[in-house]
């Protein structure tokens, strides 16, 4: 079973429609983050989470905004979708210890607004 | 801010050739990440650096954390079709564990 996954994979949506996007990890780490993707752009963070407790905004988070449910899952709404928010989103989570910055990522969710 | 270049965006390489990526950047990283991503699926991490210098290698790939860790190189040696993708290249200040990201290299290979 993977470690991180993402629901729903792909999702269609008209604008002005609220939208989650959920996470959940099987990694028992701590730490917590939501991408998105554009082509040429990379990935830039919009949210994430040190903790239960704990929520901060990344360099993108107007139009967003998250929970962090328990340990393991982490979701991201769109309180009102509009067409640029059509992209590749991805969760990612990150375990707190000195010098492990590693991220892994989950499969990504594909999300279109009409 | 601080800000990764990968350049250029794209790649085109025939099978057997050998192929290195550089990813430099004007502030310092404490840890130097290179990540994978297959069409349709997240990244995946192939090498993770920690020390200025380091060199590590996982089959095929060799990846460097430049003397003056404002910079690492990735190479791919003896392509195979299954070496395309994107890679992006991923760095930390260790301050509180957010990673900046590349733009990516889309890597085509023909056979």
């Known amino acids: 079973d993977a470690d991180v996954t993402q629901t729903p994979r792909n999702r269609i949506t008209k604008t002005g429609k609220r939208i989650m996007l959920e996470c959940s990890q099987t990694k028992g780490h701590d730490r917590m983050y939501w991408y998105r993707q554009d082509p040429g752009l990379g990935l830039r963070l919009i949210y994430y989470s040190f903790d239960v407790k704990d929520i901060n905004k990344g360099e993108i988070s107007d139009g967003y905004s998250v929970s962090r449910q328990a340990q393991a899952k982490f979701s991201l709404s769109l309180e009102s979708a509009i067409p640029n928010q059509t992209a590749l989103y991805f969760c990612?989570?990150?375990?707190?210890?000195?010098?492990?910055?590693?991220?892994?990522f989950g499969p990504g969710t594909r999300l279109t607004v009409l | 801010g601080q800000q990764l270049n990968q350049s250029p965006q794209s790649m085109f390489i025939q099978e057997g050739e050998d192929v290195s990526m550089n990813c430099t950047s004007s502030?310092?990283?404490?840890?130097w990440l290179w990540y994978k991503q297959d069409p349709g699926e997240g990244p995946v991490l192939l090498i993770a650096?920690?020390?200025?210098?380091e060199l590590t290698s996982n089959g095929r790939l060799t990846a460097q954390f430049g003397i003056t860790r404002k910079d690492s190189f990735l190479n791919i040696s003896a392509s195979i079709p299954s070496d395309v993708g994107i890679y992006f290249c991923a760095g930390s200040t260790g301050a509180n564990s957010k990673l900046t990201f590349g733009k990516g290299i889309t890597l085509s290979v023909r056979p």
């Open positions: 502030s310092i990283f404490n840890t």
């Open positions: 990612a989570t990150s375990d707190p210890s000195p010098g492990e910055d590693t991220q892994y």
């Open positions: 650096l920690y020390k200025a210098g």
